[in-house]
């Protein structure tokens, strides 16, 4: 069983920044895989970005990329998504997932390729 705990999230204006951090609780976190994703009101929940166990490989959504920055901190278990330049659609609660496989190698852009996952924490961005 792997705890997952997000924070990091509020209101923020336009062109702000934010940095979400998700502590996961196994010692053998730092082998896994992680993602963010996000679910605004009534929509799919959809992926953000995602992470292997050693940083190798990385994954963002299009509409993120060069405004989020994903990265991990193996020693701490912990997994950062950096946001800059934020905007109105990036509202959501956004969450953290594990891929609880030892080393896996993929980045799964889907939420059923995860195993444990977060409350979620809100992230609003007022225009």
């Known amino acids: 069983q792997v705890q997952v705990a997000e924070s990091g999230g509020g209101l923020v204006q336009a062109g702000d920044s934010l940095i979400l951090s998700c502590a996961a609780s196994?010692?053998?976190?730092?082998?896994?895989?992680m993602g963010w994703f996000r679910q605004a009101p009534g929509k799919e929940r959809e992926v953000v970005a995602g992470?292997?166990?050693?940083?190798?490989?990385?994954y963002y959504t299009d509409s993120v990329k060069g405004r989020f920055t994903i990265s991990r901190d193996n020693g701490k278990n912990t997994v950062y998504l950096q946001m800059i330049n934020l905007k109105p659609e990036d509202t959501a609660v956004y969450y953290c997932?594990?891929?609880?496989?030892?080393?896996?190698?993929?980045?799964?852009?889907?939420?059923?390729?995860?195993?444990?996952w977060g409350q979620g924490t809100q992230v609003t961005v007022s225009s």
């Open positions: 997932a594990v891929r609880a496989y030892y080393m896996s190698a993929t980045v799964p852009t889907v939420p059923g390729g995860y195993n444990y």
């Open positions: 196994a010692r053998t976190s730092s082998t896994y895989t």
């Open positions: 992470i292997t166990w050693n940083a190798d490989r990385t």
